[in-house]
């Protein structure tokens, strides 16, 4: 098991010191194949779902109601949520079939400031376990823990009893080699400031003779500055994302509702081109850098990068959209008290095939939640199979039935 965790943050300093190897590293977080061609950036746990319900119901967020951890899913929704102040926790242990102290915890904190207003808090850890350091001669000379964290402020304004806007500004902190000298390079911890970009609006209506709440949604998360680890010539993009969501929730009766949701989350970065290789299959080099055969150079503007990511990819605009993801869920509740939740969560094999059901329960009780979900992959001897995820919600009174929140 030590010898694992080694080798998953060995390909992050790998990552950190070539990005020849980046692939590796963003396939042991997110728990790719890394034989397909996998799209990859600095910091990919900034994607990981970081709540039970949303992740029993296959990773979907846009566009479900709102709750303590809309800040990292959509932070417009905070704007309809039907609490004045509340505080959300919850813990993942991560990779648990590979290593037994890899684990990301999420706190979140929320308060309505007016009827149409609610700003909030979050700081997310990632905790990568105690990592064995070893000499030239394999003695041992200590112990690091690599560990990132993101710090997130949200801001989310009602518009209209329809409509809400909101924003999340975020600093992002990556300790991955400790300022440990690798291969001689010095390495140091790398820093960012992102910003996400939402709208949420629903609308009450019938369907079939029930109650019923459409909700549409978009985001754009994770836009901010390039990534580095050693030296600005070595910069890497952010897991910048767009995420468009819908749901669908119909009240049944006075005791059951069901909600159906789907989003689609595509990543604002670079596919990588197909570089061309020489008779040994080794790339080739001229004016110290690859010969690209197919596809863009990555290494161009930011702007162009990010927004010209939906057009660059080699094999046109089939590859575009295998680059889509697809989380669907469904979440049934009894009486507001109960909830039964199942999802699948779907990536294209060559973009990373990462394939899963989810389920999940979850249960309230006055002021108090609690939600588990688990994971199911559909290959064997996944990485992500076994993940378990935990969370307790502690809710204030509902807000006053003039602002403009959900039911």
Known sequence: MIKLKFLAVSCFVLFLLNKSYAQTGTGVVAGQDTSRRVITTAVPFLLISPDARASAMGDVGAATSADGFSSHWNPAKLAFINKEMGFTLSYTPWLSNIVSDMSISYLTGFKRISKTQVVGLALRYFDLGDIP??????????????????????????????????????FILSNLSGNIAVANNDTKPGTAVAVDLGVYWTKDLMVGGSDSKLALAGIIS????????????????????????SSLTMNLDPYNTITFALDLNKLMVPTPPIYELDENGRPVIVNGQPVIREGEDPNRPYLGATFGSFGDAPNGFSEELREVIINFGVEYWYNKVFAARLGYFYENPEKGDRKYFSMGLGFRYQKFGLDAAYLVPQTRNHPLAETLRFSLSFNFEAADDESVTED
């Open 133 to 170: 350091l070893r000499d030239e001669l394999g003695g041992s000379t200590g112990q690091f823990n690599p560990r990132e964290f993101e710090f997130n402020g949200t801001y989310s304004q009602a518009l209209s009893e329809n409509l809400s806007i909101g924003a999340n500004a975020k």
């Open 222 to 245: 994770n836009i901010g500055n390039k990534m580095t680890y050693n030296s600005s010539r070595n910069r890497d993009f952010l897991p910048a994302n767009l995420r468009l969501g």
